[in-house]
């Protein structure tokens, strides 16, 4: 059973940056998509990038600009780099492959953007 185990949240001011660093127990070339979730207090969970074994990424409309993620097949990890972040990104980041996998969810990272 793959492990995904995230890292890097924080709290930060608006317009700040955080990376975001997910490490996976295996190879996460198998996926054919890797993302990055995040569930805001009192919403529910939203897909926010992902990333295509062939490296091809898309991002949704609210954070395309500002997140990018990317991933290192050889060492089986997922980054999200968010820069310009709002308090609107406030939320616990989680990543998984793309449709999720409910054994796959892990503790998530929380982040807090706030002055």
């Known amino acids: 059973q793959v492990q995904l185990v995230e890292s890097g949240g924080g709290l930060v001011q608006p317009g700040g940056s955080l990376r975001l660093v997910c490490a996976a127990s295996e190879s996460i070339f198998s996926f054919n998509f890797m993302g990055w979730y995040r569930q805001a207090p009192g919403k529910q969970r939203e897909l926010v990038a992902r990333i295509s074994s062939s490296g091809y990424t898309i991002h949704a409309d609210s954070v395309r600009g500002r997140f990018a993620i990317s991933r290192d097949v050889a060492k089986n990890t997922v980054y999200l780099q968010m820069s310009s972040l709002k308090p609107e990104d406030t939320a616990v980041y989680y990543c998984?492959?793309?449709?999720?996998?409910?054994?796959?969810w892990g503790q998530g990272t929380r982040v807090l953007v706030s002055s």
């Open positions: 998984n492959s793309v449709p999720p996998k409910d054994d796959y």
